[in-house]
T-cell receptor, first 114, second 117 residues
Framework: KAGVTQTPRYLIKTRGQQVTLSCSPI?????VSWYQQTPGQGLQFLFE???????NKGNFPGRFSGRQFSNSRSEMNVSTLELGDSALYLC?????????????FGPGTRLTVL | AQKVTQAQTEISVVEKEDVTLDCVYE???????LFWYKQPPSGELVFLIR????DEQNEISGRYSWNFQKSTSSFNFTITASQVVDSAVYFC?????WGFGNEKLTFGTGTRLTIIP
């Protein structure tokens, strides 16, 4: 069974640009969550999607958005990039969501903003 | 608000020594889950264990064991007879409630464990 895949693995952008990251969950999983990991703030929850609906959202500005497609694949978008957006972005999938179901994490996308 | 504290930023031990990673949590929820994840240099978070707030039994899985104590709000992780492959950053995490909408994990700042051969 293939794990969670994230593309691209590495990305370099400049301030002001926008970026789209992609996450393909494990086959059959319908819940996808996104996390940002930085040295300063650690791992922080961005949002969670289930059946194309955002169910939960963390404390991030509106520049951070996401969506989920009917095949459960998810994308997150960051507009007007800032230097502080440089981070490892991790996505996690689970069968139906809820903390009682294990979340499987992908390898992450490392975004560098210059 | 939920909070997870991992006071040990970095730990180094010699191979085959035992090591305990501390985790203290704060939550107002009566129902919650605690987790430990391992993050090797590749970056992927690897699930190690999940515990719900009603189950205080200690758990052992091979060289790994976990001690959950609600009285002290702690969920400590011990590696027995450490190996070089155990070198990684370990995160303790907390989520609240049951069911949908409670997927959000609140992570501690992590403990970087280095096993010296």
């Amino acid at each position: 069974k293939a794990g969670v895949t994230q593309t691209p693995r590495y990305l370099i952008k400049t301030r002001g640009q926008q970026v789209t990251l992609s996450c393909s969950p494990i086959s059959g999983h319908r819940s996808v969550s996104w996390y940002q990991q930085t040295p300063g703030q650690g791992l922080q929850f961005l949002f969670e999607y289930f059946s194309e609906t955002q169910r939960n959202k963390g404390n991030f500005p509106g520049r951070f958005s996401g969506r989920q497609f009917s095949n459960s694949r998810s994308e997150m978008n960051v507009s007007t990039l800032e230097l502080g957006d440089s981070a490892l972005y991790l996505c996690a999938s689970s069968f139906v969501g809820g903390p009682e179901n294990e979340q499987f994490f992908g390898p992450g996308t490392r975004l560098t903003v210059l | 608000a939920q909070k997870v504290t991992q006071a040990q930023t970095e730990i180094s031990v010699v191979e085959k020594e035992d090591v305990t990673l501390d985790c203290v949590y704060e939550t107002r929820d009566t129902t919650y889950y605690l987790f430990w994840y391992k993050q090797p240099p590749s970056g992927e978070l690897v699930f190690l264990i999940r515990r719900n707030s009603f189950d205080e039994q200690n758990e052992i899985s091979g060289r790994y064991s976990w001690n959950f104590q609600k009285s002290t709000s702690s969920f400590n992780f011990t590696i027995t007879a450490s190996q070089v492959v155990d070198s990684a950053v370990y995160f303790c995490a907390l989520s609240g409630g049951w069911g949908f909408g409670n997927e959000k994990l609140t992570f501690g700042t992590g403990t970087r464990l280095t096993i010296i051969p």
